[in-house]
């Protein structure tokens, strides 16, 4: 049967979780270019400050899980970071093939190996339209994805959470906002939608957020609902709610009381297509998908 077609006025955003990141390994910028080519309207990915203050695109506070290397996001430079290799435990896990496309491509070893990590902090080179060598298994600056997402010839936008942000009483908030001048995104003109918005599960991070750029989106995001914002209220300071999949499946109206209460509604991670069901019937704002391909053809797009 095809797709029901999306329902009018009210389209869903389809923001790729981490990048394209069931295909491709996650926070990598083949990840994002692929999510690009597949269409997503936004890209999600996670924030953590570096030793040398720098903020790299990694979920975990640990490597062990997504590179070869073991240790703390926080106490290795980005040129250790850059030495590691994020892209071969992907095809190890889940596609027999997926070695061969993503070992080897280590860093330093293709053409875009020539730029270690430099002073401007972006251990990157350019790379081809589609993901050329090296692309698959580099750590990634946020610098770096900014400079994507300013070369994409159509407009996609950035959904950058924060990691950890009390640990380190503001520095990560601060490193964002700079980075986000530099690409002139840090203050949207009144009235015109930011390219940019900023999620957290802090509360204190998105204050500080939006305390140093009001005009800036933040995007609360939710494992529970605190009793105290079960009527659709949000913390001081937080324009969207993000609650998680599970909460939207045990409680489907809390997605009502938000809207009512103004905020707009971005539901995490949704992979399952009853999922990307319910949501679209509940008339969420913006799915967070690690399959973004395949949430949009679902969606008739
Ligand atoms: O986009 C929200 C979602 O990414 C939050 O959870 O753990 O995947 O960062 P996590
Ligand atoms: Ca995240």
Not at 12 to 39: C, F, M, N
Not at 101 to 113: I, L, M, Q, T, V
Not at 202 to 228: E, I, N
Not at 275 to 294: Q, S
Request: glycine share 10%.
């Amino acid at each position: 049967m095809a797709p029901e077609p999306y329902p009018e006025g009210r389209p869903v955003q389809v923001v790729a979780h981490r990048g394209a990141s069931e295909d491709v390994p996650e926070h990598t910028l083949a990840a994002y270019r692929k999510a690009i080519e597949d269409g997503a309207d936004a890209l999600e990915c996670d924030v953590r400050l570096t030793a040398d203050g720098e903020l790299v695109c990694v979920h975990d506070w640990r490597v062990n899980r997504t590179s070869n290397g073991r240790g703390a996001v926080s106490s290795m430079e980005l040129a250790d970071l850059a030495a590691l290799d994020f892209g071969s435990w992907k095809g190890q896990s889940t596609d027999p093939e997926a070695p061969e496309r993503f070992a080897g491509d280590r860093p330093g070893s293709g053409p875009d190996g020539r730029g270690e990590p430099s002073g401007s902090g972006e251990p990157s080179g350019s790379g081809g339209p589609s993901g050329g060598p090296g692309e698959h298994s580099r750590v990634l600056t946020l610098r770096r994805l900014l400079r994507l997402v300013a070369e994409t010839d159509r407009r996609v936008e950035l959904a950058v959470e924060t990691k950890h942000p009390t640990r380190w009483a503001g520095q990560v908030e601060e490193r964002l906002l700079e980075l986000l001048a530099e690409f002139d995104l840090d203050r949207p003109a009144p009235g015109t939608p930011s390219q940019v918005r900023v999620m957290s599960f802090s509360a204190r991070s998105l204050r500080r957020v939006h305390q140093a750029s009001p005009g800036l989106p933040t995007v609360y995001l939710m494992q529970y609902v605190s009793p105290r914002y079960r009527d659709g209220r949000l913390p001081a300071g937080v324009g969207t709610a993000a609650p998680s999949m599970r909460i939207i499946r045990s409680h489907p109206d809390y997605v009502a009381r938000l809207h009512r209460a103004g905020h707009q509604v971005h539901v995490w991670t949704v992979d399952r297509p009853e999922d990307v069901e319910l949501c679209v019937r509940l008339g969420v704002d913006a799915i967070i998908t690690n399959r973004p391909r395949r949430v949009l053809a679902q969606l008739g797009r």
